[in-house]
């Protein structure tokens, strides 16, 4: 009977020192998922063999920056819309006057389409000026497609831009722009011949 109370209390020893060296396992076990965590989120974002995961990343967050400070243009120029990231990378159009639908870009009248444009454009703009100094646009056309209040309010916009410290230059037809316009210059034809005036 002592012969046999003795193992067990060997086998109970054995198990608390395995017990104790279980404890330092488990924390190392701990310490080592804590380092490894951050990895792992960045293998589930961006980990695939042929890189495509990590460009639909790299991408996504490009677009959500562009989306971002095109908003903040359309702010200026419609406060109508809101421009969103969908989940295939697509441009999706918030309309906050119809209960906030989402509409997709090609459903969009050309007025619509212009200003969202240009927003985008302004976007681009902001993205690379650290890099590349750009104080002049150049807007050609693309005021047809807008009715009169939708002109006004883009016209109005863009002489915020421009107040702004920027230069912005608009080639057009439309004559309801001369008005609104200071600073001109006209091409006209006379028997063929082009001659250049220029309106202060």
Do not use: C, W
């Amino acid at each position: 009977l002592n012969q046999s109370i003795g193992e067990l209390r060997k086998q109970i020893k054995i198990d608390e020192d395995n017990l104790e060296k279980r404890k330092i396992f488990d924390s190392k076990i701990e310490e080592k998922e804590r380092e490894i965590k951050p990895y792992s989120i960045l293998n589930d974002l961006i980990g695939s063999a042929d890189g495509a995961k990590f460009r639909k990343f790299a991408q996504s967050l490009t677009l959500n920056y562009l989306l971002n400070l095109a908003n903040q243009h359309l702010k200026i120029l419609n406060k109508r819309y809101i421009l969103e990231k969908s989940d295939e990378l697509d441009i999706v159009v918030i309309d906050k006057y119809h209960l906030n639908e989402k509409r997709v870009i090609k459903s969009l009248s050309g007025g619509e389409s212009f200003l969202v444009s240009l927003a985008l454009a302004f976007a681009l703009s902001d993205m690379v000026s650290s890099k590349i100094g750009i104080e002049s646009f150049f807007l050609d056309e693309g005021f047809g497609s807008l009715d009169s209040t939708t002109l006004y309010d883009a016209i109005s916009a863009l002489n915020k831009i421009q107040n702004s410290g920027k230069m912005i230059g608009i080639i057009s037809h439309i004559e309801n722009l001369k008005e609104e316009i200071p600073l001109q210059i006209q091409l006209k034809s006379t028997n063929g011949v082009g001659k250049i005036k220029i309106i202060i």
